[in-house]
Structures are given as structure tokens and as C-alpha cells.
């Protein structure tokens, strides 16, 4: 007998006092006192943690098809599932790879695709709760500074209901993704300025004018919206235990989603062990694997090519280093070349085409292979958080397009570059 409606309490927890905070009867992002000497130069204070009454569920010996039949409701901060957008979010494929290149893979390599979203990429795991949050306290718009991706999210899932999303992007964000959120009607307003510029004016819009903030980490449902990723692969995992889950990281939202979905199996007892997450960053935008070793927080400015995980000050460093710590996570970086490459053992390997954010995940599973890291018999997942049609621009460098051929063409052995055996 399934849970067939809302039963368990939640509350907002800050993650550097730990005191909680109403998510019931007021709109809010920061924790207060946490927040208030915060500065642009270092990772945001007061990051708010969701957190549940677990007793209800775990007295129950709740089962993860009890949660599921009510769309895990119980396990996350809405209060009816029909707040939820209608697009399909989520429930993106799982893939089992057992060779590379032709040679056999000593492990199990599974990819998780989550390209295959609405917008293609992760962030609408966290939009859709954004959505359904503002729907239930009747806010009709929602704003959000982006560079890309977060952006042309928001704005295709409030698209699909009627919202509207007003999109906040550094003038020089990649034009691919900003035609992309005008394609869905939302409003955009290009700032003369930074990433960091348009985030702190998305705040003042947002208080000035009621307007529900989607930035990330900023608003807490971004970081729990990307936590059901995690129950889906402990689902498709069924009695499997997982060894290592690669993720790219930029501003450590995704990581700390994932930890916290397999915190909830863990505190209702459905899992035992938490599974190694690996973050993996640009060797050119290392800002949250670099100070990981603590002390005071040191900015390189980032120069990656991969758009989405280039970020100067990781606004969700706080919970990403917590969460890391306490469940024995990695963390590594892999050159730009590295990630261009990966890309294309990926899509050559997979069929999966993703953006080169994304492949940095696959780039730090090869690093990984290559210092021969993974034992045989263990499964690896790959999380491919964004589609390659995302960003053309990174990968028409390294592709040289073949010569033409004369229609008239009688033999391939005129023809420069064929693979071996065509
Ligand atoms: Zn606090």
C-alpha cells in the first residue's frame, strides 16, 4: 500500500549553523545571519539544505515502490505532484558499455543520459521543482541569471505551463543557448557585465518585483531538484551496488543533488553505502576541487572552453566540500584536450552525443582507466548532464570535414582517411 498523500514535514537547514528555517509560509533563498557578510569574491554563506522527517517513512519500512507510486512526493517540497510542469523530466536512460574502442572493459561502464531532458540538460531536474514550488505560492514569474543552460531551462519549462521566465546572461554568453531561450518566449536581458553582475541584479529584480530566483545554490530547490537523478539510478541499479559515480562539477549544485538523493535512501534505510562520487573539473575552471584542501578560498580566474562548469567562485562550494568529505568522495581535473577527446570516445563509443561540460565527467572515468583506478567487476556511471547540440563551437575545432568527391566517383581508394576495413 502505497504513501497515497503527503504526509512527511520539511524544513530548510542551514548548512554552516544549522538552524532551520520555514519552507512553508515564506519565500526564502539564504540563511539570514549566515548570509549577510557575504561577498562576491568567496563562496555564498547559508546555503539552505532541504531536509525531511524521515522517522514517518523509516517506522514504515517505506519501500522505494511505495515511494515511487506516489512520485516520491514524500521526498521533496511541494505539496502536490500536479504542480509539477507537464514535460517529461527525468527518467532519462541508463546504458551498460562493456568495451572501448574494441577492447573489452574489465569493468562495467554505465552511462546515465541525461541530455535526453526537455531543454537536454540536467537543469531541469531543478527547474521543474522551481516550477512547481512558484505554482503553489502562486508567483508567476521566475528569473534566473545563467550563462546558458540554467537559462534556456528555466525558460522551456515555464514555457510549457504558462509562466513566464525572465533570463539574466552575461552579454557574451554562447549564442546557441540564448537563441535557445528566446525560441521559448522568455524575456532576455543581456547585462553589460559578468556571470556574478547579472546574478546579484536577478536578486534585486526579484526582491523588487516579487519574482520567484531560480539562481543556483542560491535557491534551495536547485540543489533539490537535482537530487532524483540519484533514485532513478539506485532504481535501474536494482540490487547492484555502485562503485563510482563521475560527475562534472562547475558550481557543485549537481554533486550535492546526487548526495543528497542517496541520503534520503540511506536515512529510510533502503540504502546501505553511499556510493564514491567523483568530481571532476576542468584543469582551466578548478575553483572548487583546488580549495578543497581548505584554508583560505583562492580564485583562478577560469578559461575552460566547457561553458557550463566554467565558474570563478562555485556558488554551492560549501555544501559540494561538506557533502565530499563526510561520504569519502574524489576529486580530480582533466585538461581541456582531454575533455575535447573524451567527448569523441564517448559519442564513437556510446552513440551518446554530449556537450563538452558533460564529457569532462567521461574525460575523468579515462583518466581513472588510464591509471588503472577501477577494479574489475565494478560499476562506473557517467553522468552526461547536457547534450553536444548544446555547443557546436567547442567540438567544429577538432572535426576536419573530408574533401568533396566527384559524383562520378568508381573507387574509395582515391579517398584520404577511410577507417580501416570500410
Ligand atoms: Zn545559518
Not at 519552507?23 to 562576491?40: E, G, W
Amino acid at each position: 500500500m502505497g504513501l497515497q498523500t503527503k504526509k512527511v514535514d520539511y524544513a530548510f537547514e542551514c548548512i554552516d549553523c544549522g538552524k532551520q528555517q520555514d519552507a512553508h509560509n515564506q519565500v526564502i533563498y539564504l540563511c539570514p545571519d549566515c548570509s549577510s557578510d557575504n561577498t562576491p569574491d568567496r563562496p555564498p554563506r547559508g546555503v539552505l539544505k532541504t531536509v525531511y522527517d524521515y522517522s514517518l517513512l523509516r517506522n514504515k519500512n517505506t519501500s522505494l515502490s511505495d515511494l515511487s507510486l506516489n512520485g516520491f512526493l514524500d521526498l521533496l517540497p511541494i505539496e502536490r505532484k500536479e504542480s509539477l510542469p507537464p514535460l517529461r523530466i527525468g527518467n532519462t536512460p541508463m546504458y551498460v558499455f562493456r568495451e572501448l574502442d574494441g577492447r573489452p572493459l574489465p569493468y562495467f561502464l554505465h552511462v546515465k543520459d541525461d541530455g535526453q531532458n526537455p531543454t537536454f540538460s540536467y537543469k531541469d531536474r531543478a527547474s521543474a521543482l522551481v516550477s512547481a514550488y512558484a505554482a503553489e505560492r502562486g508567483i508567476n514569474t521566475i528569473v534566473a541569471a545563467s550563462t546558458g543552460n540554467a537559462g534556456s531551462s528555466i525558460a522551456g519549462i515555464c514555457a510549457s505551463r504558462g509562466q513566464h521566465a525572465v533570463v539574466l546572461v552575461p552579454e557574451t554568453a554562447p549564442k546557441a543557448k540564448i537563441s535557445q531561450v528566446m525560441m521559448y518566449g522568455a524575456h532576455l536581458i543581456p547585462v553589460r557585465g559578468s556571470y556574478d553582475e547579472a546574478f546579484e541584479l536577478s536578486i534585486r529584480l526579484s526582491n523588487t518585483y516579487g519574482w520567484y530566483n531560480r539562481n543556483t545554490a542560491y535557491n534551495p530547490l536547485t540543489i533539490e531538484g537535482k537530487k532524483t537523478a540519484a533514485w532513478e539510478i539506485f532504481t535501474d541499479m536494482a540490487a547492484t551496488a555502485i562503485d563510482r559515480i563521475f560527475i562534472s562539477v562547475g558550481d557543485g549544485v549537481i554533486i550535492s543533488g546526487i548526495y543528497r538523493g542517496f541520503e534520503d535512501l540511506l536515512k529510510i534505510g533502503l540504502l546501505e553505502k553511499m556510493p564514491v562520487l567523483v568530481a571532476v573539473q576542468s584543469e582551466e575552471s578548478d575553483n572548487l576541487v583546488r580549495n578543497m584542501a581548505g584554508g583560505h578560498f583562492t580564485i583562478k580566474t577560469s578559461t575552460t572552453m566547457a561553458d557550463s562548469i566554467s565558474v570563478d567562485v562555485p556558488r554551492n562550494f560549501r555544501m559540494a566540500k561538506q557533502l565530499l568529505r563526510q561520504y569519502g568522495g574524489e576529486w580530480v581535473t582533466v585538461r581541456d584536450a582531454d575533455i575535447l577527446s573524451a567527448a569523441s570516445v564517448m559519442a564513437r563509443n556510446t552513440g551518446i552525443f554530449s556537450e563538452p561540460a558533460a564529457a569532462a565527467a567521461f574525460a575523468g572515468l579515462l583518466k581513472y582507466h588510464r591509471e588503472a583506478r577501477l577494479d574489475a567487476g565494478t560499476h562506473n556511471i557517467v553522468m552526461s548532464t547536457g547534450s553536444g547540440l548544446k555547443d557546436l563551437r567547442a567540438v567544429e575545432k577538432m572535426i576536419r570535414l573530408p574533401d568533396a568527391v566527384d559524383p562520378g566517383l568508381t573507387s574509395l581508394s582515391d579517398i584520404r582517411d577511410l577507417p580501416p576495413g570500410l
